[in-house]
């Protein structure tokens, strides 16, 4: 069964050090993968995408990730987190087909 | 930019009513979504529809049914509503085989939060 890891439910961090989010999933077929932010009371908006071509993906807010295959991890990286990047942060997976698949989420508090 | 629209934020409804909850999106786009969204748990399938009229069902659809009778309009229907089914939902569509050039992205609504007393 396809499945995404987020082993961090969790992730406080102070303003202006660097974090990184984790995600796995679980197949190493083809995959397009995706990270998405949620502020409170708001949808989900997208961060960035991997579907092909160069493995460092850079996207909005100075946020980027890393698709490793052998590894079928998608790290979402950050060099300096700023107070206003406290969200919720969800990696999502297509897999064949028309469906996603999402992880359980990572709540990102960014301490002064 | 891609809308989709969720016609109620918050609602508050009575153990046993029926619910409606409407999701309009605005790009052509064939698939739509239902998602419930409750802590820890993340965001889970209640069913998808790839166009007009198709439905399938997600991880758990249980308690709940959709319709999907114009392309834009996917609504979520909970025939009697129970206290369980307090949560987040989130309304989401995409490209079908369309998807292929514009990148398959996923676009969420800004989810209708429905508590069941």
């Known amino acids: 069964a396809q499945s995404v890891t987020q082993l961090d439910s969790q992730v406080p961090v102070f303003e202006e050090a660097p974090v990184e989010l984790r995600c796995n999933y679980s197949?190493?077929?083809?995959?397009?993968l995706f990270w998405y932010v949620q502020y409170p009371n708001q949808g989900l908006q997208l961060l960035l995408k991997?579907?092909?071509?160069?493995?460092l993906v850079k996207g909005i807010n100075g946020f980027e990730a890393e698709f490793n295959k052998s590894q079928t991890s998608f790290h979402l990286r950050k060099p300096s987190v700023h107070i206003s990047d406290t969200a919720e942060y969800f990696c999502?997976?297509?897999?064949?087909?028309?469906?996603?698949?999402f992880g359980t989420g990572t709540s990102l508090t960014v301490i002064p | 930019d891609v809308k989709v629209t969720q016609s109620s934020r918050y609602l508050v409804k009575r153990t046993g009513e029926k619910v409606f909850l409407e999701c309009v999106q605005d790009?052509?786009?064939?698939?739509m979504f239902w998602y419930r969204q409750d802590p820890g748990l993340g965001l889970r399938l209640i069913y998808f529809?790839?166009?007009?009229?198709?439905?399938e069902k997600g991880d758990i659809p249980e308690g709940y049914s959709v319709s999907r009778e114009k392309k834009e309009r996917f609504s979520l229907i909970l025939e009697s509503a129970s206290t369980n089914q307090t949560s987040m939902y989130l309304c989401?569509?995409?490209?079908?085989?369309?998807?292929?050039?514009?990148?398959?992205?996923?676009?969420f609504g800004e989810g209708s939060w429905l508590t069941v007393v």
């Open positions: 529809s790839y166009d007009v009229k198709m439905k």
């Open positions: 197949s190493s077929v083809s995959v397009y």
């Open positions: 790009m052509d786009h064939e698939n």
């Open positions: 999502a997976v297509k897999f064949t087909g028309n469906q996603f698949y």
């Open positions: 991997y579907l092909s071509g160069s493995t």
């Open positions: 989401a569509s995409k490209f079908g085989s369309r998807g292929l050039r514009f990148g398959n992205t996923i676009y």
